[in-house]
Structures are given as C-alpha cells and as structure tokens.
C-alpha cells in the first residue's frame, strides 16, 4: 500500500468529481474526465487565461502528506524539460479542492498499448525504449529521479511521441531517502527494483531497472516477475536473482535482450551506470541486429494455402566500391514484403544458391514458391535504376516495371523503392496463387477490376463491380476478389442517386462478406473502413484502416483513407505525411493528391495547390467534376469571382449528369440564381450516403456565406453537423467562414464538431 492511499483513511478525505463544464478558479473549464489514479483524477480542460488545453490533475486526498507530495510533483515536474516529458505547468487550489495543471498530451498510456497488442516487435518496442531512456537521462541530469515508472505513466502520443508523466513519487536525488526507515513501499511492485521493495537507498538505477521491466513487457507481453497478489510479486523479485530470459519467450535479437537483462540485474552497480547508455545502446541500431551482423529478415517458411515468394539478389551493375545495393535492396524489399501477413517471404539466405542460375521454374519448384521476383540494379552517377520482374512458378513474367531515385540517399532510396515495389508485386503474387487453380479469366477479371475501382473517373467503380461479381461466378472463394468487390461497392455508392437506399445495401452487405470470407485481407479492413466513413462512424474509419495498414503497411489506399481523415479530424501534419507515403507507395493515387490540394488551398498555399490541381488535370486528361469543383470553391476562398465565375461554366459543361445540378448551386456563391430553389435541392438530393450529402451541404455553406446570406448558410452548416461532418479543419481554416466566426450558432456546431474530432482518436 502507497502512502496517498493510506493517507486516505482518518487523517484524508476524499475529494468530489468535477462535471463538465465547471469552472475552477476562474480559469480552468472542464470538458471531460482523461482517467483516475492513485493520487487523484485527470481532466480535460479549457485554461481561458492561455486559451488552450491542458490537463488538470486533482489530488484525490487533502491528507497535509498528500498535499506535500503533490506539491514535490510540481517542483520536480517543473525541473525538468524535455521533449519526452510531460511538462507541468502550475499548482493551484479552488474552495479546498488542490489541484495541479500540466500538459495535455492526446494519446493513450502505455499499459493500454500492451493490453491491446500483447506484445510488440523488436522495431517498435526500442523506439519506445530510446524515448523513455532519453527522458529519465534528463531528468536524473535535473537531479530527479522518478521512483514509480511503469507502462500506466508513460504516454504514447497520437503523434508517435513517447512521454513520461506522474512524478507523483519522484524525490530529489540528493534528498535522504527515509522509505527504508518508515517502513513504506513507494512504487509498483511490477515494476520495483530490489534495493526498492527491501527499502534501501534508490538512486537513477533504480529508475534503470523499471525502464528494463517495461522493455521485458513490450517485448514479451508480460512482466519479468508475476504472482497474483503484489507481495506476491515483491517475493518472486527478491526470492530470484534474474527473471526468465525474455528469448525464451519471444523472438528478440541477442543484443536487445541482453540491453533488457543487464537493466534488471539484481545489484545497481551491475545495470547501465546511466540511462544515456540504455539511450546509446539501444538508439545506435545495434540492438535489433543478429549475431551474424544482418537486420533479422526470415519469415515462416511457406504453408500449403498462402502465397509465397522467393526474392533473389539482384544483379548489380556499376562502380564495384557499391556492390552492396544489389544485395541491400534485395533485403530491404524482402523486410517490407515480409510485414504483409497472410504472404510468406523466403529471406536471401534460401535463393542465394540460385543467384548464378536464375531459373524461376526450378527455385520455384524447390522451395514451394508461388511466384519469384528477380531484377537488376544499375549506378551512373547519381541515379540509381531498378528494374523489378515477377515470374510465376511456370516461368511466365507477369509483370515488370522501373523505378529510379537519386544515389545521394541510399538508405531512404531503399525503403522507399522496397516500399513501391513490394506493394505493386503483392496483388502481383496474389493472383498469381490463384492461376494454378482458377480459370485465366475469373483472375483477369479480378486484375481489372481491382485497377478500375482505383480510378477516379466517375463510372469505373460501376464497371469495376460488375468486373470483380463475374470474377466470383467464375471464382466464388477467390478471396482478394470479395474483399475488391467490397471497396467497389462503397465506391459505386458515392456520389451517385440512391433514394430506395439499393446501393447502401449491396454496399454493406458486400462489405460485411468480405469481413466473414476474407478477414486476413488488408483490403477487407479498408472496404470496412470506407463503408463506415460513408456511414459517419469515424471512430471505426480510424480503426478498421489501422488494421488494414497492420496487415499491409505498402496498402496505398489506406495509408490516403486514413491521412484525408486525419487532416479533416484536426491532424493536419500527420495527413499530410501520411498522404506524401500514399503517393510514394503510388504515384498514381490522385486522391491522395486531391487531399493535399485542398489542404494547401486552406492553409492559402496557393502555388502548390495550383501545382497539385495542375497534375491531376493532367493525369485525367481533363478536368473533372471534381476538380473543377475544387477550383470553383477555391476561386471564392480566395475572393477571385472570374476564377470561380470560369469553373462554375467548366463545371456546367462536363459530360457528366449533375454537373448542370451543381453549376446552379454554385450560382449562388456568384450572386446569381434563386437562393430558395437552390436550398430545395440541396435538401432534395437522392442519396443515402451520409458522407456525399455533408459534402454537398458544406459548399452549400460556402456558397450561401459567400452571397451574405447568413441565415441559409448557418442552418446548412447545422444540417451538415447533423449529418457526418467532422471536417474540423475546415471549419477552422476556410476563408470564406470567417464570416460566421461570430455568431453563437457557428461557434455551437465547431464546439460539436471539435468535440467529435476529438472522439475519433479515442481508444
């Protein structure tokens, strides 16, 4: 027991918990509860004095101990600064209740992570090791030395960022520690070095030793000690010198589990003598290597039912002192292709033999493979040239494309050719599984179909459903052709008259196969993900395109579904890096680049919004309906009324069936037309799809603001909030809104649609 808790008997009392919207101290409003935690309960709040978030932490017993260890968290919080720690801001007090303000950090804790994921790999767990060891270096360079570290107060940050938080414990390193004189146990017996639970002196090892208890659970999905009550687990700890090795129970590189096991070794003066040089072991890349030097590469070996593929070195050609890249790419196209699950990877070591004879028929053959990817690498200058091919196991190409990049950054140049490659070879390899034992034209079919519901011409995803359900009548358990059919569908429902609701049907029924006959397949997660977005459920957007990136991290579409999401929903940094991969992953991806358009266009970036429409126009051949609606709307952002004045005619002008329809609305925001018939349909449009019908009522907001008519533009910006808008960024940024800034029934739908933003990213 801690003493806050025992401070909570007769000589503490219990605080009371805070309701939304009250106010403390005149400054601090609450908007919702973050957690609770043995020293009291965290809140949202709104600070009006600095007008953002923070969070504020009430102490949950007003015991005079209680008060003076949370006054001890302020001082030592506030000693320290550093990217990986949670700043602390002020301690203040309001009719009794104590309390203390911090940074907000929007993320989740780090216990919550292990609970979902088990265990993580080697690669993503030493990151997080790197960003803990680096704050705890700065805070024992502060003099301060944590003494409660464990998963629950260390925050992982929706932006990647790892943060320490609750220094609730904390003592200054030169005080006298009297915890072995009183008899308590400050801490978290999971996470407690020994010279802790016995009451000795602690000092920054001691902080050391939690940091390899945490690193033990990352990396295992348990804790090195376990026992069913705490004095359980404070026996095991003193009774064993060292906890099972972490090998034994997960793959993990000798290095990285050596780092860990040195970190929990029973006396202090045997750990690392700082946690700069847990920082630099882990940090310098030498913890994820082999003994045989290498980055781990190996897969499972091929099983009947899943398709396979051999990568052989590839043929190098230029200047001998770079012989490497052959090799080097080889292995970095390798790792990425062997992240896709359900798609075994035979690592180098098991096509090296074939690399002078490069029969695909025969590596094919002995090592049970379904396709096998050979190449050439070749150097002039500062451009380097990669020319993949793909062969199936007859020894048939069947497919074969170039990809350049410059020299200079070799390293990025891998991953990102790795990436490019192994994301066009896997539809590759998948249909090549299906060849052997499917007809020729169920899998040309599926090929074709696949390629037309990725376009952006408005009557594809019509012909591309109708490609991928002869596909399945010839083919009925071809399972990548059930998970397409269900992006199809989604796609045939947008934008299109659906008033009997007949696609929304199709759509989710179409969906809801896949989820049962498809469920290993990224794209299923994906075609989940875009029927959710329609349905105004982004919650399950965020998680279902997740799972998809989970299951094919090279998954181009879902890395554009969940960047466009993430700039709508208030992440406008992380959208644009995630969208800037998408179109690395496929440079073909318009949508992606119509995202970022629209994100220039309200950050007034207009040179590269003009650079972006440009291409896109390019690519298509033409304007679209789209586009040119894009650039209309842009034209009254901007105020420029000839601009937006010449894309209302293109728009009218398209061969496209309610091209005509739009043009009449966007009359409006030209001073032109009937305000009242253009609001009739607006209200009267065919469809089921939520999504679509929140896009229509967010120009009309534009277009009724940008005529002065205040009134028809806030109740169209209610029906949209009403409806699936979460565009928050928008709301923000939009030019031509500033205009309803003021008014109380604008700021009432930002507050609801902030506050729905904010609940996307909620675990």
């Known amino acids: 027991m801690t003493s806050d808790e025992r401070d909570g008997g007769a000589n503490g009392s219990t605080t009371r918990t805070l309701s939304e919207g009250e106010v403390l101290a005149e400054r601090y409003e609450v908007e919702g509860l973050l957690g609770v935690g043995g020293m009291g309960a965290v809140y949202r709040v709104w600070d009006r004095a600095l007008g953002e978030h923070v969070a504020l932490k009430v102490l949950a017993r007003t015991s005079p101990a209680a008060i003076e260890r949370f006054s001890r968290e302020v001082k030592l919080g506030r000693k320290v600064t550093h990217p990986n720690i949670v700043r602390t801001h002020d301690l203040g007090e309001d009719r009794g209740l104590h309390f203390l303000t911090m940074e907000l950090v929007e993320g989740r804790p780090l216990d919550e992570v292990i609970r979902d994921r088990t265990a993580l790999s080697p690669e993503e767990a030493v990151p997080i090791g790197v960003a803990i060891a680096s704050g705890l270096h700065a805070a024992h360079e502060a003099g301060v030395i944590h003494r409660d570290l464990k998963p629950a107060n260390v925050l992982v940050a929706d932006d990647g960022r790892v943060r320490i938080t609750d220094f609730g414990i904390a003592r200054a390193a030169e005080t006298q520690d009297r915890t072995h004189e009183t008899g308590a146990l400050l801490g978290t017996p999971h996470y407690m070095a020994p010279e802790q639970v016995s009451g000795q002196p602690v000092d920054a090892r001691t902080d050391l030793y939690a940091l390899g208890c945490i690193l033990y659970e990352l990396l295992t999905g348990r804790p090195p000690f376990e026992g069913t009550t705490p004095m359980a687990v404070v026996s095991q700890r003193l009774l064993h010198e060292v906890p099972e090795d972490p090998r034994s129970l997960a793959s993990i590189p000798d290095p990285l589990a050596e780092i860990v096991m040195r970190c929990l070794r029973r006396e202090p003066n045997e750990r690392p003598r700082s946690a700069a040089v847990v920082e630099e072991a882990l940090g310098s890349g030498g913890a994820l290597k082999t003994t045989s030097g290498r980055m781990s590469l190996f897969a499972p070996l091929p099983s009947d039912g899943q398709p396979s593929v051999a990568v052989l070195p590839l043929r190098y050609r230029g200047p001998v002192e770079h012989d490497y890249l052959g090799e080097g790419l080889a292995e970095e196209l390798i790792d990425v292709l062997s992240r896709t699950r359900g798609l075994k990877v035979l690592a180098l070591g098991a096509t090296r033999r074939f690399e002078d004879e490069r029969d695909p028929r025969r590596i094919a053959r002995e090592l049970r493979a379904t396709a096998v990817v050979d190449g050439t690498v070749t150097l002039g200058g500062d451009r380097v040239r990669l020319s993949a091919r793909l062969s199936d196991a007859a020894g048939v190409q069947l497919w074969s494309e170039p990809f350049e990049g410059r020299f200079s950054d070799v390293l990025a140049l891998q991953e990102s050719l790795g990436r490019r490659v192994a994301e066009a070879l896997r539809l590759e390899v998948e249909a090549a599984h299906y060849r052997g034992s499917t007809s020729e034209e169920a899998v040309s079919l599926y090929l074709r179909g696949r390629r037309g519901l990725m376009a952006d011409v408005m009557h594809e995803p019509d012909r591309a459903e109708a490609d991928l359900q002869r596909s399945l009548e010839l083919a009925p358990r071809m399972a990548p052709a059930i998970a397409a059919l269900a992006m199809a569908s989604v796609r045939a429902w947008w934008g299109r008259p659906d008033p009997d609701g007949e696609r929304a049907e199709r759509a989710t029924q179409h969906v809801w196969r896949a989820v049962e006959d498809a469920p290993k397949l990224g794209e299923t997660h994906l075609a989940r993900a875009m029927l959710a977005g329609q349905t105004g459920d982004f919650r399950q957007v965020a998680r279902s395109t997740t799972e998809a990136l989970e299951l094919v991290p090279t998954l181009a579409f879902a890395h554009q579904y969940l960047g466009a999401l993430q700039i709508e929903a208030g992440r406008e940094r992380e959208g644009r890096e995630r969208l800037e991969l998408a179109l690395e992953l496929d440079p073909s991806l318009s949508a992606a680049r119509f995202s970022l358009a629209r994100l220039d266009a309200l950050q007034g970036r207009w040179a590269s919004f003009q650079s972006w429409v440009d291409a896109m126009t390019e690519a298509a051949g033409g304007p ?81 603001a940008a005529a002065n008519d205040t009134e028809r533009a806030l109740t169209m910006l209610e029906h949209a909030a009403e409806s699936a808008l979460v565009d928050v960024v928008w709301l923000r940024r939009c030019p031509i809104l500033e205009r309803l800034h003021d008014e109380p029934r604008f700021q009432d739908v930002l507050r609801s649609v902030d506050r729905r933003a904010r609940q996307v990213w909620r675990r």
Request: hydrophobic share 45%; charged share 20%; proline share 5%.
């Open 624 to 704: 679209t309906l789209p586009l040119a609606g894009l650039q209309f709307r842009a034209g009254l952002w901007r105020g420029d009324t000839d601009a937006a004045r010449h894309w209302r005619q293109v728009t009218a002008e398209l061969p496209t069936p309610i091209g005509e329809r739009t043009a009449r609305l966007f009359d409006i925001g030209l001073g032109e037309g009937d305000a009242s018939v253009a609001e009739a349909m607006v209200h009267g449009i065919p469809t089921s799809n939520l999504r679509f019908r929140t896009l229509i009522l967010q120009i009309a907001t534009e277009v009724f």
